[in-house]
């Protein structure tokens, strides 16, 4: 028998991935999608290409219904407007994957900095942050995990390994990060209007973006003392995808094959992160529709830093799939258990 699930959110672009993704799933049955805007339309009228895929109709949220008739939720709200929904889901006993901001934060004070006022801070304790290369025996234990963000997710698992080791200085990180247009989210605005994207690239939201802390926090946590790092986001005028590159000063004489070797250390048990081969750097183009991350670099011997390379998809690893992993987890299913996609090719 399939564990009964329901997607809250399903008409973003992010419900849609989980949506998506949960059709295909061997031991998940989507059994309810809620939509604010959408209430009462077929989920394939939302989205056509589900046409023959889902038969759901999308409902207004009603929790003490929806309590009776699953026993996970995946949450893809907006921040704040999710903590309202967790609280009373986590109350009831059920497993909870959120995917906004509202439970990545350990400290209360650092989310209402960035963020606004947090109405469920009691919750923040037991809440796992959903990374699963570094968290997966706390998740595998948690009924709360919050989904990490997407440049986050790039950001960090090309940077631990580094940091674990001491290989850079704590105070040299710096991450250039490009993603495409849905990283914006489906309403439009302004700035992901056609006209305003297209055949331009632009960085937004620079030295104050909200992911920053986020990144912090897990660094910190890996190298046992207070980081701090320099984020600055792209919009790129693509569909779906984040390349960050990282720069670190190097802090020990180190080689190719060393970095290598930590790298596939780091990974050897983690089946979605593809460690490249020297030579070899990532593209947006090769991890498109899937949950990997594939992570290159090189050393610049001549100002003594390293370059390191992730490319995930944002949809996918970056937001959905990183959810569906994480609740495998919490199930006690396989990592990778209705993930097994096949990589996108021109």
Same mark, same amino acid.
């Given at each position: 028998?399939?564990?009964?699930?329901?997607?809250?959110?399903?008409?973003?672009? +992010?419900?849609?991935?989980?949506?998506?993704?949960?059709?295909?799933? &061997?031991?998940?049955?989507?059994?309810?999608?809620?939509?604010?805007?959408?209430?009462?339309? $077929?989920?394939?009228?939302?989205?056509?290409?589900?046409?023959?895929?889902?038969?759901?109709?999308?409902?207004?949220? /009603?929790?003490?219904?929806?309590?009776?008739?699953?026993?996970?939720?995946?949450?893809?709200?907006?921040?704040?407007?999710?903590?309202?929904?967790?609280? $009373?889901?986590?109350?009831?006993?059920?497993?909870?994957? /959120?995917?906004?901001?509202?439970?990545?934060?350990? /400290?209360?004070?650092?989310?209402?900095?960035?963020?606004?006022?947090? +109405?469920?801070?009691?919750?923040?304790?037991?809440?796992?942050?959903?990374?699963?290369?570094?968290?997966?025996?706390?998740?595998?234990?948690?009924?709360?995990?919050?989904? &990490?963000?997407?440049?986050?997710?790039?950001?960090?698992?090309?940077?631990? $390994?580094?940091?674990?080791?001491?290989?850079?200085?704590? /105070?040299?990180?710096?991450?250039?990060?490009?993603?495409?247009?849905?990283?914006?989210?489906?309403?439009?605005?302004?700035?992901?209007?056609?006209?305003?994207?297209?055949?331009?690239?632009?960085?937004?939201?620079?030295?104050?973006?909200?992911?920053?802390?986020?990144?912090?926090?897990?660094?910190?946590?890996?190298? @046992?003392?207070?980081?701090?790092?320099?984020?600055? &986001?792209?919009?790129?005028?693509?569909?779906? @995808?984040?390349?960050?590159?990282?720069?670190?000063?190097?802090?020990?004489?180190?080689?190719?094959?060393?970095?290598?070797?930590?790298?596939?250390?780091?990974?050897?048990?983690? &089946?979605?992160?593809?460690?490249?081969?020297?030579?070899?750097?990532?593209?947006?183009?090769?991890?498109?529709?899937?949950?990997?991350?594939?992570?290159? %670099?090189?050393?610049?011997?001549?100002?003594?830093?390293?370059?390191?390379?992730?490319?995930?998809?944002?949809?996918?690893?970056?937001?959905?799939?990183?959810?569906?992993?994480?609740?495998?987890?919490?199930?006690?299913?396989?990592?990778?258990?209705?993930?097994?996609?096949?990589? %996108?090719? $021109?």
């Amino acid at each position: 028998m399939k564990t009964r699930v329901a997607v809250i959110g399903g008409t973003g672009y +992010t419900g849609f991935e989980l949506v998506t993704l949960l059709q295909q799933h &061997p031991r998940m049955e989507l059994t309810g999608v809620t939509s604010q805007s959408y209430a009462g339309q $077929p989920i394939a009228e939302v989205f056509p290409a589900l046409r023959g895929m889902c038969s759901l109709v999308c409902e207004t949220l /009603d929790i003490e219904k929806l309590v009776h008739q699953v026993e996970c939720v995946f949450v893809a709200l907006p921040h704040k407007r999710a903590m309202e929904v967790v609280a $009373p889901l986590v109350g009831a006993g059920k497993k909870v994957v /959120d995917l906004s901001a509202d439970f990545r934060f350990r /400290d209360s004070t650092t989310y209402e900095q960035w963020y606004q006022e947090h +109405t469920a801070k009691g919750l923040l304790a037991e809440a796992v942050y959903g990374l699963p290369e570094l968290h997966a025996n706390e998740i595998r234990l948690a009924r709360l995990v919050g989904n &990490p963000g997407c440049y986050p997710t790039g950001v960090i698992l090309a940077a631990a $390994p580094l940091v674990a080791a001491e290989v850079v200085g704590l /105070d040299s990180l710096i991450a250039d990060c490009k993603s495409g247009v849905s990283g914006a989210g489906r309403a439009a605005t302004l700035t992901t209007h056609f006209c305003e994207a297209n055949e331009g690239f632009a960085a937004y939201k620079v030295a104050e973006h909200r992911h920053t802390p986020e990144i912090e926090q897990e660094l910190s946590a890996v190298a @046992g003392s207070a980081l701090k790092v320099v984020f600055t &986001p792209h919009l790129v005028p693509m569909s779906r @995808g984040i390349l960050t590159t990282l720069y670190g000063r190097l802090s020990k004489r180190v080689t190719n094959e060393d970095i290598s070797k930590l790298y596939r250390k780091a990974y050897e048990k983690a &089946p979605f992160v593809r460690v490249l081969h020297e030579g070899q750097l990532p593209s947006t183009l090769h991890v498109r529709g899937t949950n990997y991350c594939d992570i290159g %670099w090189r050393l610049e011997p001549r100002t003594g830093r390293i370059i390191a390379i992730s490319a995930i998809d944002n949809l996918t690893r970056g937001a959905a799939g990183q959810a569906i992993c994480n609740m495998n987890l919490m199930l006690g299913f396989d990592e990778d258990s209705g993930l097994n996609l096949r990589v %996108w090719q $021109p």
